[in-house]
């Protein structure tokens, strides 16, 4: 009976039980799109990372329970820990080959940093029913992005993103958008919350992705390059940004929670 290695890391946290669970499995043969999809639907994480070895480096593809997506930082940033502490890799910069391109991680002791691409952002003046009802609490403005699939609601206070409760169902009616909440923090340079019902994920922990777009924005508001982030969810995480131009520099930790063989 074939078997996978599989690594359940909880990203963006220097402790189990924090940050964002993501599944790791590692390929060392080809499997199908549909064998994919059912292990993520099996595993109900947030996400499920397949990273296998290439030439120059290593493949990696992420599914949610219902669907595969594009980009994922912290499926990512779980691989790049499987590779560097449990696969007897010995350099201090992994490369990926993805959807989005090519995307690289270093290690500076036990800080990770995801290399992603930046992604430029557009103001938003027309916004749909299913947005503003169900936030329920208008925001200050909303913009999207050029290249990713979800609407950034700017709000006024670290107070209001906290309190929010959004309608689910009436987000999900969006799909395939997300929804991000986002504000200045009273002890970070920002601060946020996402939502994406119909992606099976009523609100995700912490995400790197999302913040391709918030360093940017928030980097361009507050006139400074670094920006450290808390995305505030029950576990809730740190990140650690740099805004690069064309790219976005996001570091943070990840621990091993568990690992295991997949028996299919």
């Known amino acids: ?90 350099g201090t910069e992994i490369k990926f080959q993805s959807q989005s391109g090519e995307l690289r991680v270093q290690k500076s002791g036990d800080l990770l940093t995801l290399d992603f691409p930046a992604m430029k952002y557009i103001n938003c003046d027309e916004l749909p029913d299913s947005l503003t009802k169900g936030l329920g609490v208008l925001p200050a403005s909303v913009f999207r992005v050029d290249s990713d699939p979800n609407y950034f609601a700017v709000y006024e206070s670290e107070e209001q993103i906290t309190a929010l409760k959004p309608d689910l169902e009436k987000l999900e009616q969006l799909h395939p958008y997300g929804v991000v909440i986002t504000a200045l923090g009273n002890h970070y340079d920002c601060v946020s919350r996402y939502f994406l019902p119909s992606f099976n994920i009523p609100e995700d922990p912490v995400t790197g992705s999302i913040h391709c777009a918030l360093v940017p924005y928030w980097s361009a508001k507050l006139n400074k390059q670094t920006i450290k982030a808390a995305q505030f969810s029950e576990s809730g995480g740190e990140l650690f940004c740099e805004n690069n131009g064309s790219r976005v520099l996001i570091s943070g930790h990840a621990t091993k929670y568990l690992q295991g063989k997949i028996f299919i």
């Not at 996978?4 to 799109?33: R, T």
């Not at 639907?41 to 669907?67: C, S, V, Y």
């Open 1 to 90: 009976m074939p078997e996978i290695s599989i690594f359940q890391i909880d990203a963006f946290s220097n402790k189990v039980f924090g940050g964002n669970p993501a599944a790791v499995c590692v390929l060392d043969s080809a499997i199908s799109e549909t064998l994919m999809q059912q292990i993520a639907k099996e595993n109900n994480l947030p996400e499920t990372a397949f990273i296998a070895p290439n030439e120059t480096g290593w493949d990696i593809r992420w599914f949610t329970p219902k669907l595969e997506v594009p980009l994922c930082g912290h499926a990512t940033l779980a691989s790049a820990y499987v590779i560097f502490n449990e696969l007897s890799f010995s």
